[in-house]
T-cell receptor, first 115, second 112 residues
Framework: GAGVSQSPSNKVTEKGKDVELRCDPISGHTALYWYRQSLGQGLEFLIYFQGNSAPDKSGLPSDRFSAERTGGSVSTLTIQRTQQEDSAVYLC?????????????FGPGTRLTVT | AQTVTQSQPEMSVQEAETVTLSCTYDTSESDYYLFWYKQPPSRQMILVIRQEAYKQQNATENRFSVNFQKAAKSFSLKISDSQLGDAAMYFCAYKSGYALNFGKGTSLLVTP
């Protein structure tokens, strides 16, 4: 079946502009995660959605970052008033459930460049 | 908070040889999972191998195996018979809740 998809693949934006990044999880997966991978760094957890429960936003670096998940499926990560330090690869992952033993499947990521 | 440390930013191995990538972690939890992910230039994170902390037996997946030392909080990855396609970034990750905690990665170069 289809894996996790993300769009756009690459995004270049000017400092101060807003951007939206999209994630389509694997069908039937109830858990969805966003991670950020900055140059030379590992992946940093941003936000987590599980079904219709309130998301865990504990990893969001500032209030310029927000995310939503509509209908328990597609998710959008929005970054307002982008800064150069927001340049990174944003990876989305989904899993069948949130339990510790469920594998997370990753999408190909969106490379964001803020000029 | 849990931390994952990969002390080797870069490693190199010749084709057909064996290489070991190191990973240590810090946790006070008793129930957790450990993973090795591979990230080629395509950026797609691919699960290589996983280890449940309650299992004493080291996990093995074809040419990939781990050396899990729970008391030492060490989780190394051994790649046998290295192939050119193994060249990638390798990330060690820890999971006790729902989110993965990643190390900073090791870049593996495979030479002919």
């Amino acid at each position: 079946g289809a894996g996790v998809s993300q769009s756009p693949s690459n995004k270049v934006t000017e400092k101060g502009k807003d951007v939206e990044l999209r994630c389509d999880p694997i069908s039937g997966h109830t858990a969805l995660y966003w991670y950020r991978q900055s140059l030379g760094q590992g992946l940093e957890f941003l936000i987590y959605f599980q079904g219709n429960s309130a998301p865990d936003k504990s990893g969001l670096p500032s209030d310029r970052f927000s995310a939503e998940r509509t209908g328990g499926s597609v998710s959008t990560l929005t970054i307002q008033r982008t800064q150069q330090e927001d340049s990174a690869v944003y990876l989305c992952a989904s899993s069948f459930d949130r339990g510790i033993n469920y594998e997370q499947y990753f999408g190909p990521g969106t490379r964001l460049t803020v000029t | 908070a849990q931390t994952v440390t990969q002390s080797q930013p870069e490693m190199s191995v010749q084709e057909a040889e064996t290489v070991t990538l190191s990973c240590t972690y810090d946790t006070s939890e008793s129930d957790y999972y450990l993973f090795w992910y591979k990230q080629p230039p395509s950026r797609q994170m691919i699960l290589v191998i996983r280890q449940e902390a309650y299992k004493q037996q080291n996990a093995t997946e074809n040419r990939f195996s781990v050396n899990f030392q729970k008391a030492a909080k060490s989780f190394s990855l051994k790649i046998s018979d290295s192939q050119l396609g193994d060249a990638a970034m390798y990330f060690c990750a820890y999971k006790s809740g729902y989110a993965l905690n990643f190390g900073k990665g090791t870049s593996l170069l495979v030479t002919p």
